[in-house]
């Protein structure tokens, strides 16, 4: 499960938007949209890209990606 919030956070803190995303991801802004809001999931080459665009740390990354349940 994706943390939404944070993900949308790195993208406006690099003042990227989530177009620009979507086009270096190569797919549509609507896909990206339902990937964010975990409606589908990411590809593990669409995860590399952002990790590598936004230089996230393993924290960060972990964080984002791999959301943990209490």
Avoid: P, W
């Avoid at 979507?22 to 409606?39: E, Q, V």
């Amino acid at each position: 499960m994706i943390n939404t919030h944070l993900l949308r956070y790195l993208i406006a803190k690099n003042g990227d938007t989530t177009e620009a995303l979507a086009l270096d991801l190569g797919i549509s802004r609507t896909s990206l949209s339902s990937k964010i809001n975990n409606k589908n999931e990411f590809k593990l080459s669409e995860v590399q890209k952002i990790i590598e665009k936004y230089k996230m740390s393993c924290t960060q990354a972990q964080d984002t990606f791999f959301m943990k349940f209490i």
